[in-house]
């Protein structure tokens, strides 16, 4: 401390600051906790597709390492599709939630878009019988086709997860079918 009493941080921690007067009758004393403040936030990834009933393990780091309070609030914006614990998320139900981590200090924010779809065994039974086999393709291939009467819907026609129902669909099935030895 100056001569002013201008108090200056040295290192991380706490100090009692206290000043008499020249006399030494009078004293009075100041606690001063000298910290480093969170500047930033990220994750380790911003967007993830994971299957219902899958789990993900997200990591935020807040900035400067060497911050105090490196606390973070985890949030999703859609819990019946993902859940958020501790950075632990669940998939709930098939859709898009935004999972967000907020640091304590400071109140900073990053997000991650996590799209939960069917797992692979219910993505490939497009009839949703319980089982994938060639009448699947062949279900799909007419839906494709323009055909009504095949009881699928859009949904559950983009088998391969990219966004669109197309014939790269149908090839996804015959390949399960072929390679993941989809129930016969």
Not at 19 to 40: I, N
Not at 144 to 153: F, Q, S, V
Request: glycine share 10%; proline share 2%.
């Amino acid at each position: 401390m100056s001569a002013e009493g201008v108090v200056s941080a040295n290192s991380l921690g706490t100090a009692v600051i206290t000043a008499r007067t020249e006399d030494g009758g009078y004293e009075a004393s100041c606690v001063v906790s000298v910290e480093v403040f969170v500047d930033g936030i990220m994750l380790d990834r911003t967007e993830a597709v994971i299957e219902r009933g899958e789990e993900l393990t997200l990591t935020a780091k807040v900035s400067p390492a060497e911050a105090t309070d490196k606390s973070v609030l985890w949030q999703s914006d859609n819990p019946d599709v993902a859940e958020v614990v501790g950075g632990k998320v669940r998939a709930v139900s098939e859709g898009t939630a935004v999972i967000t981590a907020v640091s304590n200090d400071g109140g900073f924010t990053a997000s991650c878009i996590v799209r939960v779809i069917r797992p692979e065994s219910e993505r490939y039974d497009v009839n949703s019988d319980g089982s994938c086999t060639a009448e699947d393709a062949m279900l799909l291939a007419r839906y494709l086709a323009g055909h009504e009467d095949t009881g699928i819907t859009p949904e559950y026609a983009d088998t391969n997860g990219d966004g669109r129902a197309n014939s790269r669909d149908v090839t996804a099935v015959l390949k399960y079918i072929e390679e993941a030895g989809g129930n016969e």
